[in-house]
């Protein structure tokens, strides 16, 4: 069965600091990999998608990229972070267009 | 922006009564949706799915039904128990690998 895997689940940063959230999936090959932001009591913001190694959308513009080294890794990160970065960030993955995707359990950012 | 939206934001119900979720939705090419249930602190859960060619589709207690013509989808939970109270969204797909979400409906259960 596929697992989706994203750590860490909580995370407390300083305004400037670097960022680096990695999710990985097993059990699939070629997953369509999503980064999504929730502010508190709001729905789900599409960051970030990626269809392939090395292929990666952007849907807002912001202060955060994606990367995608292997097939079934994709890792959100930042240079120096804001004080707006502060979210619950959540990693998922999909088999394809038409198709449902699954959620990691979220990381809890908290930028001071 | 979002195409997708839920009608109201929260909904209090009684344990053992049936509940419904509603969300609207603009765009007319939109051929797949969603349900997902989302707890405190967790990633979102797939509960139930559907596409265009359906208006209705049922699961264990869940029946999500679909009204292309007025764009509207619902999602009833039967007999509601206290494990339904979270936060519900529906999804839309495009058929383009992206799934825009509604803000979300929180679901009290009330003992």
């Known amino acids: 069965s596929q697992t989706i895997h994203q750590w860490p689940a909580t995370l407390v940063q300083p305004v400037g600091s670097p960022l680096s959230l990695e999710c990985t999936v097993e059990g699939t090959s070629n997953p369509n990999l999503y980064w999504y932001r929730q502010a508190a009591g709001r729905g789900l913001q599409l960051l970030f998608y990626s269809v392939g190694i090395g292929q990666i959308s952007s849907e807002v513009p912001q202060n955060l990229s994606a990367s995608r080294p292997q097939d079934r890794q994709f890792i959100l990160s930042s240079k120096k972070l804001l004080l707006s970065d502060s979210g619950f960030y959540l990693c998922?993955?999909?088999?394809?267009?038409?198709?449902?995707?699954?959620f990691g359990q979220g990381t809890r950012l908290t930028v001071v | 922006g979002e195409s997708v939206g839920l009608h109201l934001p929260t909904l209090s119900v009684q344990e053992g009564d049936n509940s419904i979720i509603n969300c609207a939705y603009s765009?007319?090419?939109?051929?797949?949706f969603i349900w997902y249930k989302q707890e405190s602190g967790k990633g979102p859960q797939f509960i139930i799915d559907?596409?265009?060619?359906?208006d209705k589709r049922q699961g264990q207690r869940v029946t999500v039904l679909l009204n292309k013509t007025v764009k509207h989808l619902s999602l009833q939970i039967a007999a509601t128990q206290p494990g339904d109270s979270a936060v519900y969204f529906c999804a839309e797909n495009r058929n383009d690998y992206k799934l825009s979400f509604g803000a979300g409906t929180t679901v009290t259960v009330r003992a």
């Open positions: 559907i596409r265009s060619n359906m």
């Open positions: 765009n007319s090419a939109s051929d797949y």
């Open positions: 998922a993955w999909s088999a394809g267009a038409g198709t449902e995707a699954f």
